[in-house]
């Protein structure tokens, strides 16, 4: 079975500072990966997928994550943050294979401080 | 392009109460989600519809919550009766087909007392 682990609950960090927050995936068949961001009192957005092809993926707002098979994990990253990347940041992991059930992690809190 | 609209907004409630939850997904999107969202949790899948009919509704209570999606459009998600533990924020969304991007609505926000 599936399974998403995001191994930090907060991630304080100071404006214009790189910031890296880390996911791992668990599973036996291949899968599809996304990033999804959810600000204040708001729904879930999409920031950005891996389906297939190039393993780095880019987001139009300077975020990019990076698929390692070897290493299950796809690692979401962006070289300067601004206050107002301020939100909830969740990995998440559909197998390639009937249902394409999502399970998401538990949530990264990135606080970006000024 | 209008996104998933749900509603209330907000419900509260008490234990044993019944309540239900209503989401209108983006037109056209064959797929619909609910989800249930506790906090500090990542969002869990509650049901999935294709068009009109249930692909997976696995982590479904089936003893208190049930949901339809009559003409393959809106849906509606009902808790009856509802337990402390169900406080959550519950999320409707919906995709083109399946494995697609999901588009979330703003979710409704539960609080059973």
């Known amino acids: 079975a599936q399974s998403v682990t995001q191994l930090d609950s907060q991630v304080p960090v100071f404006e214009e500072a790189p910031v890296e927050l880390r996911c791992n995936y668990s599973s036996s068949v291949s899968v599809y990966l996304f990033w999804y961001v959810q600000y204040p009192n708001q729904g879930l957005q999409l920031l950005l997928k891996?389906?297939?092809?190039?393993?780095l993926v880019e987001s139009i707002n300077g975020f990019e994550a990076e698929f390692n098979k070897s290493q299950t994990s796809f690692h979401l990253r962006k070289p300067s943050v601004h206050i107002s990347d301020t939100a909830e940041y969740f990995c998440a992991v559909s197998e390639g294979t009937g249902g394409f059930k999502t399970i998401f992690g538990a949530g990264t809190r990135l606080f970006v401080k000024a | 392009e209008a996104g998933v609209a749900q509603s209330p907004r907000y419900k509260i409630i008490e234990k044993r109460q019944s309540v239900a939850f209503w989401c209108n997904p983006i037109?056209?999107?064959?797929?619909l989600y609910w989800y249930q969202q506790i906090l500090g949790q990542g969002p869990k899948l509650l049901i999935q519809f294709q068009n009109n009919g249930v692909v997976d509704d696995s982590q479904l209570p089936k003893d208190r919550f049930s949901a339809e999606r009559l003409k393959g459009v809106d849906s509606t998600l009902k808790i009856q009766p509802a337990k402390l533990e169900d406080s959550a924020v519950y999320l409707c969304?919906?995709?083109?087909?399946?494995?697609?991007?999901?588009?979330f609505g703003a979710g409704t926000r539960l609080s059973v007392l």
């Open positions: 969304a919906s995709s083109p087909r399946t494995l697609n991007i999901q588009y």
């Open positions: 037109s056209g999107h064959a797929t």
């Open positions: 891996y389906l297939s092809g190039s393993t």
